[in-house]
C-alpha cells in the first residue's frame, strides 16, 4: 500500500506571495491533519480533515487554510507569505476512526525570502 | 509551543548501550504515539499506546503508557548505529475533539559506533 505523498517536496518563495501544498493520504485514509514543524516551535498542529469537513483548527493566524476533497485529497494554502513562514510542513492520514494512528508524509520544505 | 515535557534533550551513547527516553505533560492522554524522524524525512511511527499501563514493544524497542496517563517512556536496548535520529512523543489529548496531536520537542540520539 503505498504512503501519504506530499507534493512538492521543496519550494521556494518570497515575502507577500502565497503556497499551495498538496498531500494524498494512504487508500482508504478519510481523515488528513497538517502539521507545521520549526527548529524553534517543534511540529504544531494546523488543521484536521475528515471527510471534507475541517474538524479541528490549531492556533495560527487566518493567512493558513485548507480544504480536502471527495477522494480525501488535501491542499493547504498560505497567503501573504513570511519570513517565519520558513518550515517543514506535515501531512498525516488516518482512517478517521477513534483510536486510529495517523501515518506521516515526507512534508514539504519551504523557504520563504 | 511544547506542550509535552520530552526528556532528554540530546543523548550520545556508546554503540551497544540501552537507552530510556520519556515524556510527562500536566493533560490527560488517551493515546500516546513515539515517532523517529530522520533528516528530510517526516516522523515514522514507532509504536502506538491506547490504554494506560500498556507495555508495547517492538523489536528492540519498548514504550510504555503511564499509569497516570500523563506519561510515557520508550527504551532502545542495544543500540545500534541506524538508531541515530530524533526521536519524539506524541498524544491525544482526553476528550480532545478529532486526531489532533500533541509532540514533544524530541530527543536526538546520536551513537558513537
Given at each position: 500500500?503505498?504512503?501519504?505523498?506530499?507534493?512538492?517536496?521543496?519550494?521556494?518563495?518570497?515575502?507577500?506571495?502565497?503556497?499551495?501544498?498538496?498531500?494524498?493520504?494512504?487508500?482508504?485514509?478519510?481523515?488528513?491533519?497538517?502539521?507545521?514543524?520549526?527548529?524553534?516551535?517543534?511540529?504544531?498542529?494546523?488543521?484536521?480533515?475528515?471527510?471534507?469537513?475541517?474538524?479541528?483548527?490549531?492556533?495560527?493566524?487566518?493567512?493558513?487554510?485548507?480544504?480536502?476533497?471527495?477522494?480525501?485529497?488535501?491542499?493547504?494554502?498560505?497567503?501573504t507569505l513570511e519570513l517565519g513562514d520558513s518550515a517543514l510542513y506535515l501531512c498525516a492520514s488516518y482512517t478517521g476512526l477513534a483510536g486510529e494512528t495517523q501515518y506521516f508524509g515526507p512534508g514539504?520544505?519551504?523557504?520563504?525570502? | 509551543?511544547?506542550?509535552?515535557?520530552?526528556?532528554?534533550?540530546?543523548?550520545?551513547?556508546?554503540?551497544?548501550?540501552?537507552?530510556?527516553?520519556?515524556?510527562?505533560?500536566?493533560?490527560?492522554?488517551?493515546?500516546?504515539?513515539?515517532?523517529?524522524?530522520?533528516?528530510?524525512?517526516?516522523?515514522?511511527?514507532?509504536?502506538?499506546?491506547?490504554?494506560?499501563?500498556?507495555?508495547?514493544?517492538?523489536?528492540?524497542?519498548?514504550?510504555?503508557?503511564?499509569?497516570?496517563?500523563?506519561?510515557?517512556?520508550?527504551?532502545?536496548?542495544?543500540?545500534?548505529?541506524?538508531?541515530?535520529?530524533?526521536?519524539?512523543?506524541?498524544?491525544?489529548?482526553?476528550?480532545?475533539?478529532?486526531?489532533?496531536?500533541?509532540?514533544?520537542?524530541?530527543?536526538?540520539?546520536?551513537?558513537?559506533?
Amino acid at each position: 500500500k503505498a504512503g501519504v505523498t506530499q507534493t512538492p517536496r521543496y519550494l521556494i518563495k518570497t515575502r507577500g506571495q502565497q503556497v499551495t501544498l498538496s498531500c494524498s493520504p494512504i487508500s482508504g485514509h478519510r481523515s488528513v491533519s497538517w502539521y507545521q514543524q520549526t527548529p524553534g516551535q517543534g511540529l504544531q498542529f494546523l488543521f484536521e480533515y475528515f471527510s471534507e469537513t475541517q474538524r479541528n483548527k490549531g492556533n495560527f493566524p487566518g493567512r493558513f487554510s485548507g480544504r480536502q476533497f471527495s477522494n480525501s485529497r488535501s491542499e493547504m494554502n498560505v497567503s501573504t507569505l513570511e519570513l517565519g513562514d520558513s518550515a517543514l510542513y506535515l501531512c498525516a492520514s488516518y482512517t478517521g476512526l477513534a483510536g486510529e494512528t495517523q501515518y506521516f508524509g515526507p512534508g514539504t520544505r519551504l523557504l520563504v525570502l | 509551543g511544547q506542550q509535552l515535557n520530552q526528556s532528554p534533550q540530546s543523548m550520545f551513547i556508546q554503540e551497544g548501550e540501552d537507552v530510556s527516553m520519556n515524556c510527562t505533560s500536566s493533560s490527560i492522554f488517551n493515546t500516546w504515539l513515539w515517532y523517529k524522524q530522520d533528516p528530510g524525512e517526516g516522523p515514522v511511527l514507532l509504536i502506538a499506546l491506547y490504554k494506560a499501563g500498556e507495555l508495547t514493544s517492538n523489536g528492540r524497542l519498548t514504550a510504555q503508557f503511564g499509569i497516570t496517563r500523563k506519561d510515557s517512556f520508550l527504551n532502545i536496548s542495544a543500540s545500534i548505529p541506524s538508531d541515530v535520529g530524533i526521536y519524539f512523543c506524541a498524544g491525544r489529548r482526553l476528550l480532545e475533539y478529532g486526531n489532533k496531536l500533541v509532540f514533544g520537542a524530541g530527543t536526538i540520539l546520536r551513537v558513537k559506533s
